[in-house]
């Protein structure tokens, strides 16, 4: 299987001496540690020898995306106020833009200010004001309601490091994406009617495709996938295991308008999530499983087994055939985005020179039961929105 990133614009030597350039001029030095061939961890320090940042990468360029990653966290953590505003709650939920949701509608329900950043679309003149503990998660959680409520739906997903402004925003929408077609998945699960259409691919083509790269994946894991997320493919890598491995079946997904690429990264993020797991991750799982046991319905996301419509021993036929430019790529998935009635927001994080950008991306109305594998209690848009239709 060949396997092309269609979504960067530079081979991955280039990319090294850019991510370089970055954290030279972040004034930090970086240390990657290769767990193994395809698993890598990157830490941040300042000149003091003081840990900041850290992430992890997958794949083939693992020790790129996991520098990468960690540029990210640190752009984030190291956010000023002066980027922020203070809004009234009543404003922030009756913008036209987020009418439709369902989170930013129900802090209506709470008096008082929420400290906010501003997004803008990505093509034309609209904005948007997003409260920031939504997109910035934080170790100290405020205690006010609306920031307790808001704090369930946290997420920094849809925060990029790009070599350009496209390949940045780019790989923020697939990502937002990922986590809101996976969040369907979940939902047809939990009889949800999302009506996503998921096909599981057959373990002999996964061995067929994998075997070189000594993934292991024959009897134990099993790979779906959806087509058509506007214009592109959506996978989830699941793998049964046993209690004492790991408490929850531990997962990968991907979202690329490349199928190759959104398969590897499922499984190569699946690959991660079992290297990578550990006491603080068993914790999350304990909080996600006793969530899970107190309905009947939501016992069916302790398994994970999305209801399919076929299984298929070949990849779909609409293999890659948006293998443009990621300024081509993200004009078509916008485009698409706007023809199902959502529209894409973004905002600098930090422009750290003129080839490293870190931007975040804010879709709304895209779905996050994913978070309850984060051991939160959230609920679907379509409950969210209930109160206000």
Same mark, same amino acid.
């Given at each position: 299987m060949?396997?092309?990133?269609?979504? &960067?614009?530079?081979?991955?030597?280039?990319?090294?001496?850019?991510? *370089?350039?970055? $954290?030279?001029?972040?004034?930090?030095?970086?240390v990657? !540690?290769?767990?193994?061939?395809?698993?890598?961890?990157?830490?941040?320090?300042?000149?003091?020898?003081?840990?900041?940042?850290?992430?992890?990468?997958?794949?083939?360029?693992?020790?790129?995306?996991?520098?990468?990653?960690a540029?990210?966290?640190?752009?984030?953590?190291?956010?000023?106020?002066?980027?922020?505003?203070?809004?009234p709650?009543?404003?922030?939920?009756l /913008?036209?833009?987020?009418?439709?949701?369902?989170?930013?509608?129900?802090?209506?329900?709470?008096?008082?200010?929420?400290?906010c950043?501003?997004?803008?679309a990505?093509?034309?003149?609209? *904005?948007?004001?997003?409260?920031?503990?939504?997109?910035?998660?934080?170790?100290?959680? /405020?205690t006010?309601?609306?920031?307790?409520?808001?704090?369930?739906?946290?997420?920094?997903?849809?925060?990029?490091?790009?070599c350009?402004?496209e390949e940045?925003?780019?790989?923020?929408?697939?990502?937002?994406?990922?986590r809101?077609?996976?969040?369907l998945?979940?939902?047809?699960?939990?009889?949800?009617?999302?009506?996503?259409?998921?096909?599981?691919?057959?373990?002999?083509?996964?061995?067929?495709?994998?075997?070189?790269? !000594?993934?292991?994946?024959?009897?134990?894991?099993?790979?779906?996938?959806?087509?058509?997320?506007? +214009? +592109?493919?959506?996978?989830? %890598?699941?793998?049964?295991?046993?209690?004492?491995?790991?408490?929850?079946? /531990? $997962?990968?997904?991907?979202?690329?308008?490349s199928?190759?690429?959104?398969?590897? &990264?499922?499984?190569?993020?699946?690959?991660? %999530?079992?290297?990578?797991?550990g006491?603080?991750?068993?914790?999350?799982?304990?909080?996600? %499983?006793?969530?899970?046991?107190?309905?009947?319905?939501?016992? +069916?996301? &302790?398994?994970?087994?999305?209801?399919?419509?076929?299984?298929?021993d070949?990849?779909?036929?609409?293999?890659?055939v948006?293998?443009? /430019?990621?300024?081509?790529?993200?004009?078509?998935?916008?485009?698409?985005?706007? %023809?199902?009635?959502?529209?894409?927001?973004?905002?600098?994080?930090?422009?750290?020179?003129s080839?490293?950008?870190?931007?975040?991306?804010?879709?709304p109305?895209?779905?996050?039961?994913?978070?309850? &594998?984060?051991?939160?209690?959230?609920?679907?848009?379509?409950?969210?929105?209930?109160?206000?239709?």
């Amino acid at each position: 299987m060949e396997i092309q990133n269609y979504e &960067r614009t530079q081979l991955d030597v280039s990319r090294k001496e850019l991510l *370089k350039q970055a $954290i030279d001029g972040l004034g930090l030095r970086c240390v990657v !540690d290769k767990v193994d061939a395809y698993v890598a961890i990157s830490a941040l320090y300042d000149p003091a020898g003081n840990l900041v940042s850290e992430g992890a990468g997958k794949g083939f360029g693992c020790d790129i995306g996991a520098t990468a990653e960690a540029i990210e966290h640190y752009c984030l953590q190291m956010e000023g106020r002066s980027e922020t505003c203070l809004y009234p709650n009543e404003f922030i939920s009756l /913008q036209e833009s987020v009418l439709k949701d369902g989170v930013i509608r129900n802090i209506s329900n709470f008096d008082g200010l929420l400290e906010c950043v501003e997004f803008k679309a990505v093509y034309g003149d609209g *904005k948007v004001i997003i409260p920031k503990i939504l997109v910035s998660p934080e170790d100290d959680i /405020q205690t006010s309601p609306d920031c307790l409520f808001l704090e369930r739906y946290s997420t920094n997903s849809g925060s990029a490091f790009g070599c350009t402004f496209e390949e940045a925003i780019l790989h923020g929408v697939n990502e937002v994406l990922e986590r809101h077609v996976l969040s369907l998945v979940m939902l047809d699960i939990v009889d949800e009617s999302s009506l996503v259409k998921v096909n599981k691919l057959s373990s002999e083509f996964l061995d067929s495709v994998f075997l070189p790269f !000594d993934l292991a994946l024959s009897g134990e894991a099993r790979v779906y996938y959806v087509s058509d997320v506007f +214009g +592109g493919f959506f996978c989830l %890598a699941v793998r049964d295991c046993q209690e004492e491995d790991f408490l929850l079946p /531990q $997962i990968g997904s991907g979202c690329s308008q490349s199928f190759t690429l959104a398969l590897t &990264r499922a499984v190569f993020e699946l690959r991660q %999530a079992e290297a990578l797991y550990g006491y603080e991750e068993r914790l999350v799982d304990e909080q996600a %499983a006793r969530i899970m046991s107190k309905s009947k319905r939501l016992e +069916g996301l &302790r398994s994970l087994y999305p209801r399919c419509t076929c299984s298929s021993d070949e990849m779909p036929s609409l293999i890659d055939v948006n293998s443009q /430019q990621p300024v081509r790529q993200l004009e078509e998935i916008i485009r698409r985005l706007n %023809a199902n009635g959502y529209e894409v927001y973004y905002r600098v994080v930090r422009k750290i020179n003129s080839s490293s950008i870190v931007t975040q991306v804010y879709i709304p109305g895209m779905e996050r039961l994913n978070l309850i &594998r984060s051991g939160k209690w959230v609920a679907p848009q379509k409950a969210l929105l209930k109160p206000f239709f």
